[in-house]
């Protein structure tokens, strides 16, 4: 059924000049869906980030060649020892994601694969690891540093074996989140 008006035209139908139709199509197409393209972009940019981990450095907390969905962080002083944090690694000339042990100022004493912060006499309570390693190192971490390991001790290249083991809050890129691949471990991560 059409619509006819008073004066027998339709409004449906296209009426105006090609560059007219141009422009409008412009106006209520291309303009919008650019502006969102750019805003998702600046998003992407800004706030939020996915991350690749390409080893089992993680496991059981995070698959080998696992995709993450990361948040950037602005305040890189509220880093928590726990946090399953993103950065850039000079020494390694990659990106990585691990734990955060150790935090600014602190020492860490691994003793036969436990770790002790600041001479405690109790070891970190750590749930996330499964595969224990048994080294013994000490780390007195530099204000604005920070101390990394994988939740994979047995398996893992963390600071226990870098030259320089301590990350500058500079070169944190985020926090991850979400494992979104593989599919069968979508979830917060912990």
């Not at 197409?29 to 600046?42: C, K, T, Y």
């Not at 995070?62 to 950065?87: H, M, P, Q, Y």
């Not at 971490?141 to 047995?154: K, V």
């Amino acid at each position: 059924m059409q619509d006819i008006l008073k004066d027998g035209s339709n409004p449906y139908e296209k009426t105006g000049t090609f560059s007219s139709k141009i422009i409008s199509f412009v106006y209520e197409w291309i303009l919008p869906i650019g502006i969102e393209i750019l805003a998702v972009l600046a998003i992407i940019e800004y706030l939020f980030f996915v991350a690749f981990v390409p080893t089992g450095s993680m496991i059981p907390t995070i698959a080998e060649k696992s995709w993450l969905f990361s948040t950037r962080l602005v305040d890189k002083d509220n880093i928590k020892r726990g946090d399953i944090i993103v950065f850039y690694s000079e020494e390694t000339h990659k990106t990585l994601i691990k734990r955060v042990v150790g935090l600014p100022g602190e020492t860490v004493d691994i003793v036969d694969g436990a770790v002790y912060i600041n001479g405690s006499s109790t070891p970190l309570a750590e749930d996330y690891v499964k595969n224990h390693s048994h080294e013994t190192k000490s780390f007195a971490i530099p204000e604005g540093c920070y101390l990394f390991l994988g939740d994979n001790r047995a398996n893992s290249a963390d600071a226990r074996f870098w030259k320089n083991p301590y990350i500058s809050k500079d070169k944190i890129l985020g926090k991850a989140l979400v494992t979104i691949f593989p599919f069968n471990n979508f979830g917060l991560l912990k």
